[in-house]
């Protein structure tokens, strides 16, 4: 199938290491987003990807949080120095056209991070 | 800020009975309300969605309303199936196109 894949599916980490996670999108997506979700909770916006626009920002938790979508296609989410209130389901989606539109988006799995 | 109130957070009802989840949004301008539905240890997906221009939406035994006066909107499900167990998000376009998340309610249907 042609879903969103995400990987690692499980990570876990020490507190203060870096991690990277890996997003691959569906193929002819333009639009890609990563999300946070604590357990219980919703669904925390941190960064959208359109084309080759500059990215939104505007959700990411503090500056240890970076991402980048290279060629258009596959994205990684890096934290760095996890802290323990980093541990979460860390969800991306991709929806075929711009968020103006009301594309509906398409999750992958997830990665469950993991800080001790 | 803008945010999206999602209730109850827990629903628990008879197989065969209605099913009722209501959310209440606070920017006005809001014109998008998708419904996603996250099954046990499953990726959320879209199942029904609704625009600012209609007030009823219906998908065979989902149906979505929606009251932009009151600013709120409501997931209506009849006839409830085991397999309808799960939880649901609601979410609101705000003025930025970014959608905001409701904190979720896990539909528990009982046999």
């Known amino acids: 199938g042609a879903g969103v894949s995400q990987s690692p599916s499980n990570k876990v980490t020490e507190k203060g290491k870096d991690v990277e996670l890996r997003c691959d999108p569906i193929s002819g997506h333009t639009a890609l987003y990563w999300y946070r979700q604590s357990l219980g909770q919703g669904l925390e916006f941190l960064i959208y990807f359109q084309g080759n626009s500059a990215p939104d920002k505007s959700g990411l938790p503090s500056d240890r949080f970076s991402a980048e979508r290279t060629g258009g296609s596959v994205s990684t989410l890096t934290i760095q120095r996890t802290q323990q209130e980093d541990s979460a389901v860390y969800l991306c989606?991709?929806?075929?056209?711009?968020?103006?539109?009301?594309?509906?988006?398409?999750f992958g799995n997830g990665t469950r991070l993991t800080v001790t | 800020g803008e945010n999206v109130e999602q209730h109850p957070s827990t629903l628990s009802v008879q197989e065969g009975d209605s099913a009722v989840i209501k959310c209440t949004y606070s920017d006005s301008a809001s014109n998008y309300f998708p419904w996603y539905k996250q099954e046990l240890g499953k990726r959320p997906q879209l199942i029904i969605d609704?625009?600012?221009n209609v007030g009823e939406k219906k998908d065979q035994r989902i149906a979505v309303t929606l009251n932009k006066t009151a600013k709120h909107f409501s997931l209506h499900i009849t006839e409830t199936q085991p397999e309808d167990s799960a939880v649901y998000f609601c979410a609101a376009r705000g003025s930025n196109y970014q959608l905001i998340w409701g904190a979720g309610t896990k539909l528990i249907i009982k046999p």
């Open positions: 989606a991709s929806s075929l056209g711009p968020r103006t539109d009301n594309s509906p988006l398409h």
């Open positions: 609704i625009r600012s």
